[in-house]
């Protein structure tokens, strides 16, 4: 048994979105650092191809997850975790300033959490 599985659900969902999440974000912007001077087609062949990563992890962990949480709860879970990633990536990667509206964005999300949650 491998050590993903004999986890609890949540914590096997979590950890595979977040995974998931760091391959998306390079797959999305990471090509804004390192290809911003190639044709743009080539940043499109090249993301697409870290994408198909992302999807390896991301399908399993939208499979495990629904096993617990419904379809919604999956969603708002991943735009958490998606800004959890992308707010570092940005700006440890991208060197972007960190702005006030990461935590207007953050305390949104939260108020969704709490509202697709609340029922459990």
Not at 11 to 39: D, E, R
Not at 62 to 84: C, D, P
Request: aromatic share 16%.
């Amino acid at each position: 048994m491998s050590i993903l599985t004999s986890m609890p659900i949540t914590a096997q969902t979590v950890l595979l979105l977040i995974a998931s999440n760091v391959f998306m974000t390079f797959a999305w912007y990471g090509h804004l650092k390192n290809l911003a001077t190639s044709p743009w087609y080539v940043a499109a062949l090249l993301s697409w191809g870290i994408a198909l990563f992302e999807y390896l992890l991301q399908v399993p962990a939208n499979r495990i997850g629904h096993q617990q949480f419904s379809v919604g709860q999956l969603k708002i879970m991943q735009e958490v975790i998606t800004l959890a990633v992308f707010v570092p990536f940005a700006m440890i990667y991208l060197k972007e300033p960190l702005k006030l509206d990461y935590l207007w964005a953050a305390l949104c999300i939260t108020g969704a959490v709490y509202f697709i949650f609340r029922n459990g």
